[in-house]
């Protein structure tokens, strides 16, 4: 906007200083015409001036003479003058020259001396200071300091006499009739070594004359002059010049009303070429700025306005590449906003889409069904066919679902993940049928290339709005329903609410089982083993409990695995080991002398640290191996044979106890434990809880001890619940028991006073 108002502004002030250059030129050239031409008039006029002041004189001079002569023949006055007799003399001088108005008569007698004059006074002192030829009758003089024109003649009687001469001054009525004939301001000035001695001058008595210098332009009185001197004598230091003075102002008055019309014509020119500036600014920018705008526009992601300048210069090219560039950035920016929400393997949607769709869907209130289809293992499918194939077979599934689909279904696909339909207006038992259809579809034999597969799809289903409220949660959920599904009769899972919660509980747990020990969550609990043939109780086994900041306490069955799952159960060992040794210290220090079993995992076994680790924290706190033992179960054993057997191994060296947990639970005969470094054997709880009651059990019991007695392991019966139980295995030989009955875990102090209250319970028991 800001440019476009300056390049009116700039257009503008070109046009309008070109014109003020131009016209100032065109002003200057005609006021120098007009001033040399004025300057040429008054020449002209000065010097037709200065003939006709040389023809005045002339005919002044002749008047003079005329005059003159007729005097000096006249013979009374010849008479007069050859007889001396001064009076008749100067009464003729005076008659003569009031007769042709000369200023001055003179009569000069022999000697040159003038004798007589016309003035009225007698005798009077004639001064005549400088005479020059003028004309040829004439002469000028400075007579009494003033400028005469002066005509001689001789005085003969029939000799010479005397002289005569009549003056004429150069004085005002002269310089006036010399005005109204020429024109010119006239003035005459005689000076003596250039001190004016006398002036007149039409200009009046301030007329300066004109400096010597100067014979040109001058101005007096705000009237501009072309001065012209005509010097008429010049001797013994007098000077009489005749100043002519042409006014220029006439001839500059042309030039005044030129002056005039040039301002007005400048202003008219100022004007219109203000105008047409403006229009051709206007012309220039409104298409800019009507560009600018279309511009803007684009940058504001409007595509859809053509572009276009009805015009065939620049700026029409211009808008012309401004629309192909429209063209090409709405190209582009539709291929991102495909690309956005298209995968780019299948071309189908993707999950953003998805998402989307699903927004819409739960907004407007319809309900639907978000349905996942995957491969069944697909990772191992990817690892037999390599990645290009797999990449194929997804295409040509993609291919076959695209044809099976109901109409206004979405079909999206996320790598890895498999499919993703949504399918709006379905109920759960329809979503099941839509999925049994597809994924019966996806089962058909598939070919790719040379490859020929028949691969095990499954299916996970969610529905809105029952099951969920929003997109995030939907997808979520639909991963959980997947989960739920295998290969067979459960191919297809819908998503169960009560799920989601066990999931989120166990996200959880996994989460926070790592900070359990430094949030010092977790404690240890200690349960009673009885020593069935003495009554007494020299070991325990320790167990780990964990309560939650929120969700408190949580059973070792369900965090333990978790553990296992994270591989926090190092960690958590760690912890444990530390607590019971330090536990055990504190007993030996007390006088209190017991083992303590703890439980390991599978990963504990695979860790070749373990041992170490279990050495040096043993030989820290100064324990002696002996107050300690592990338990494992089977299963755990089975995990890594060969580490854990070496594991178990070094254990062994390093003289602790070693039990096998949960004898029965698992498929290991006696015969492979019987390889095993371990004394002692812990019976399964599930075949001593209903020892009293059950026949089977009490059987599968019996064999167990005599087997494991013959191996030379000690047997520890779990589970123990009751008295009855409890004397069964007394009279079938079982070394240890340990149970509700005797105790549950118990926390250290609560443990101590239990030994301090039941030290002779069971001795007296055995006795009984
Ligand atoms: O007492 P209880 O319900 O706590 O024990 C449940 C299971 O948890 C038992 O199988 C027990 O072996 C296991 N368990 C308890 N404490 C620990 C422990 O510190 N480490 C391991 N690995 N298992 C434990
Ligand atoms: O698997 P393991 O041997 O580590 O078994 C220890 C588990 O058995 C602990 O969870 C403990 O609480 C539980 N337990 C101990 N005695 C009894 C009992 O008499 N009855 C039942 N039901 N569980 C017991
Ligand atoms: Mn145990």
Known sequence: MLRIKRLRTRLVLLLFGLLVLVLGAVFVAVYSATDSSANRQARQQLDVGSNVFARLLELRARELSSATQVLVADFGF?????SGDLPTIRSALINQSARIGADEALFFDLAGQVRESSRTEVGARIDISAVQPLTQDALLAVIDGRPYLLVEAVVMAPVMVGQVAMAFRLDEALALEMQKLTGLQVSFVTSLDNQVLYRISTLGDTYEPIPNESN????????????????????QGYQVSAELLSPRSEALAIFDLLKQELAIITLIALTLSSLVAMVIAGNLSRPVKQLADSARQIG???????VSLPRDDELGLLA?????????IAERERQIAHSAYHDPLTGLANVLKVAERLSEGVQAGRKGALIRLFLDAEAEVLTSVGQTAHSRLMVAYAGRLNTVIPTGGLLAYQPGQGFLLVLDGLDVDQAVIASDLLLTALSERMQVDEVKLTLTWLAGIVVWPEQGSDAESLLRQVGIAAADAQPGPARIAVYQAKRDEAYMRRMRLIRDIHFAPQLKELTVVYQPKLDIRTGEVRQL????????????????????????????IHRLTQWMLAAVVSQLGYWIEQGLEMQVAMNLSALDLDNPDFPEQVARILRAQEIPARYIAFEVTESALMNNPAASLQSLRRLRELDIELAIDDYGTGYSSLATIKSLPVQQLKIDKSFV????????????????????????????????????????????????????FISRPLAARDLEQWLQANRDTYRQRELS
């Open 689 to 740: 809880l209903n020892l009293a009651t059950s026949s089977d059990d009490l059987v599968i019991v019996k064999s167990t001890i005599e087997l494991a007695h013959n191996m030379g392991l000690k047997v520890v019966a779990e589970g123990v619940e009751d008295a009855d139980s409890l004397s069964r295995l007394q009279q079938l030989g079982c070394n240890v028991a340990q149970g509700y």
């Open 541 to 568: 086994e320790a167990l780990m409990r964990w309560t939650h900041s929120e969700l408190g306490a949580i059973r070792p069955d369900e965090f333990i695995i978790l553990a296992e799952q994270t591989g926090s």
């Open 300 to 306: 504001l992601g409007d595509f859809s306005q053509p």
């Open 216 to 235: 040109n332009a001058l101005t007096i009185e705000d009237e501009s002059y072309l001065g012209l001197r005509n010097i008429l004598l010049e001797q």
């Open 320 to 328: 012309s590449s401004i629309d192909t560039m429209r063209q090409g």
């Open 78 to 82: 010849r008479d007069a003058v050859a």
